[in-house]
């Protein structure tokens, strides 16, 4: 599986951005695309997910209701719409895949950690 990240770039304090994720060799059905973040010094956090057919997404609480995460199937692709952007959410911003199988975990939980495969990352920079 390979991860295509894209879309990241310096805004001011209040501003937007959207981010996109291309994917491609993907041979399994049920999957999750998820965004996570490390900001400078600071370890990898999740960010967002999205199941399989865009039935749930999930959002860390420092984003809830100003990120949206949304995907679409036929292009295979991921987006994250960042509106109201913080300069606490400069960090290089990564897109990743998680294959569930029939054993996984699909709590909440499951959908925030253990992802197989990850993009490159791309620079999200916000101005104060």
């Known amino acids: 599986v390979q991860l295509q990240a894209s879309g990241g770039g310096l805004v001011q304090a209040g501003g937007s951005l959207k981010l996109s994720c291309a994917e491609s060799?993907?041979?399994?059905?049920?999957?999750?695309m998820g965004w996570f973040s490390q900001g400078p010094g600071k370890e990898r956090e999740f960010v967002a997910a999205i199941s399989w057919r865009g039935g749930r997404a999930y959002y860390a609480d420092s984003v809830a209701g100003r990120f949206t995460i949304s995907r679409d199937d036929a292009k295979n692709t991921v987006y994250l719409q960042m509106n109201s952007l913080k300069p606490e959410d400069t960090a290089v911003y990564y897109c990743a895949v998680k294959y569930f199988s029939q054993y996984s975990d699909l709590s909440p939980q499951g959908f925030r950690a253990g992802y197989d495969y990850w993009g490159q990352g791309t620079l999200v920079t916000v101005s104060s």
């Open positions: 060799g993907r041979t399994f059905s049920r999957y999750a």
